[in-house]
């Protein structure tokens, strides 16, 4: 996975708003998958085309997305033990 470049505090929450949409891993609609596609290309630096059908390229795209939606509340989660 490409290096990210530092996240502001409104890409998280969109990245947190657009994994909640995903249910099953999968977008429910092309508006969607757009969406999750800009915004992986601005925080890692990377080129995808927003109607890139390659599902090695999906997946890398929402796995970046799903790690950084649920990364905070894992962070959070290690704290308190």
Known sequence: ?????????????????????CSNCTAPNHQVKAQLIELYNSIYGTGYR????????????FQGIKKLALGDSIKNNNKQK
């Open 50 to 61: 927003k109607s890139t059908n390659c599902s090695s390229c999906i997946n890398t795209v």
């Open 1 to 21: 996975m490409p290096t990210r470049k530092m996240v502001t505090e409104e890409k998280l929450t969109e990245a947190k708003r657009l994994y909640a949409l």
